[in-house]
């Protein structure tokens, strides 16, 4: 029996990258799997791709910083469905400024999109979950999130603040039977950071015990984990999947 089978999951930003290796290791382990992105085409070959494990699978197109693009996205998956027990918040951007020369709409738009989308999404699907009686959200925060970063404040303050909304909802509704976790992967080579110039990668890499960066494939199996029945103890945890980069 397939570990999660029978579980209708939705992953934002499973067109590419973590969300699309999470997505893949849902539905091998029997899950039906909506993938919910502004990347629609890619979105759509992911989606293609997942069918062939024998499972439902949906690509809808929303920006998740999006109040009314996330709920009318989270009613489309439901109504396919019949309902979310699995949520995955792990849409995601990334760009660099020093503080003093941030912006203020850059500031806002980091913050809409990785931290306001978890919300926006976790507050979408929870009412089903709590009147079923069981649900996992799964929060994609970061290593940098523990850590932070010289020019990406912004990004380690919404990463942050994540760990800190999972804490608080996980004992919000455990007792309603949906399970709060959040996963921090360290540096994974994926297309969100673009093309690293060499002196800072060396640099980067010399900072991780392991001696390398992750692969996206690396972070579903524990996900899978706190998905599935393997994660029912699992509450308010943070996942350090990050080579020995951040011991915590
Ligand atoms: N790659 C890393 O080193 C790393 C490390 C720690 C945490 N993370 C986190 O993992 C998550 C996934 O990162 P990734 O490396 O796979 O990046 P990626 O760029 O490969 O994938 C991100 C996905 O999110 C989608 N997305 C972006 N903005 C969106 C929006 N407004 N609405 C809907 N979808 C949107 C993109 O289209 C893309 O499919 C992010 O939250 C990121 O912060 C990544």
Redesign the pocket.
């Known amino acids: 029996m397939p570990e999660l089978a029978g579980l209708r999951c939705l992953v ?10 999470i997505a893949r290791a849902f539905a091998r382990e029997g899950a039906d799997v909506a993938i ?4 629609i085409e ?2 759509c070959e992911t989606a293609d791709e997942l069918e062939l494990f024998g499972y439902r699978a949906l690509a809808i197109a ?5 109040e009314t ?1 996330v709920r009318n996205a989270i009613e489309q998956a439901e109504r396919a469905f019949g309902g979310i027990d699995v949520l995955v ?6 760009d660099t400024a020093p503080v003093v020369e941030m912006s203020t709409e850059m500031w806002d738009r980091m913050i ?3 931290l306001r ?1 978890v919300f926006l999404c976790t507050r979408a699907v929870l009412p089903g979950m709590t009147a079923r009686g069981f649900g996992r959200i799964i929060n ?5 999130g523990h850590k932070g970063a010289p020019n990406m404040a912004h ?1 380690a303050s ?2 942050s603040a994540i760990i800190g909304f999972t804490r608080s909802l996980a004992r919000e509704v455990c007792e309603d039977g949906v399970l709060v976790n959040a ?11 673009g093309d690293i110039p060499d002196d800072l990668r060396a640099r980067r890499l010399a900072e991780i015990p392991l001696g390398r ?2 692969h ?1 494939a690396e ?1 579903g199996p524990t996900a899978v984990l706190l998905a599935g029945p393997g994660g029912s103890f699992y509450v308010g945890a943070t996942m350090n999947l ?1 080579g020995g980069d951040v011991m915590v």
């Open positions: 934002t930003g499973g067109a590419r990258g973590i969300g699309r290796e919910l992105d502004i990347r890619q979105a929303a920006d998740v910083s999006s693009e918040n792990n849409a995601g951007i990334i809409a999109v990785n989308s994609i925060s970061s290593q940098l990004y919404a990463k996963i921090c992967p360290g540096a994974v080579s994926t297309d969100l950071g960066f992750g996206a972070i990050n």
